[in-house]
């Protein structure tokens, strides 16, 4: 994906979340949603998670934490890169 659409993408997310419109397991859901359907790729939602938080590793690793409540351990990993 071209990195203008992860900025479109990350924006949107972002204000959502400022917002409080959604929480941080609610946007990896989302994004996992996302690629399940085709419209992003599962490489995708790491530079998109870095949009949303701004690069703070530990705001996307607690939402990864949070998320993987809902999603098994193995799709979670990926996303870090383990």
């Given amino acids: 994906m071209d990195d203008n659409r992860i900025q479109v993408i990350g924006k ?3 204000e959502k979340y400022f917002k409080g ?3 941080a397991p609610e946007i990896v859901l989302t994004l996992l949603a996302m690629a399940k359907d085709g419209y992003i790729s599962l490489e995708d939602i790491r530079p998109i ?4 938080f ?8 607690r939402a990864l934490t949070k998320a993987s409540r ?4 193995k799709t979670i990993d990926y996303i870090r890169g383990f």
């Fill in 21 to 23: 419109t959604v929480e």
């Fill in 12 to 14: 949107e997310l972002q």
């Fill in 49 to 52: 998670l870095n949009v949303i």
């Fill in 54 to 61: 701004m690069g703070n590793k530990e705001g996307i690793l």
């Fill in 70 to 73: 809902y999603v098994d351990a």
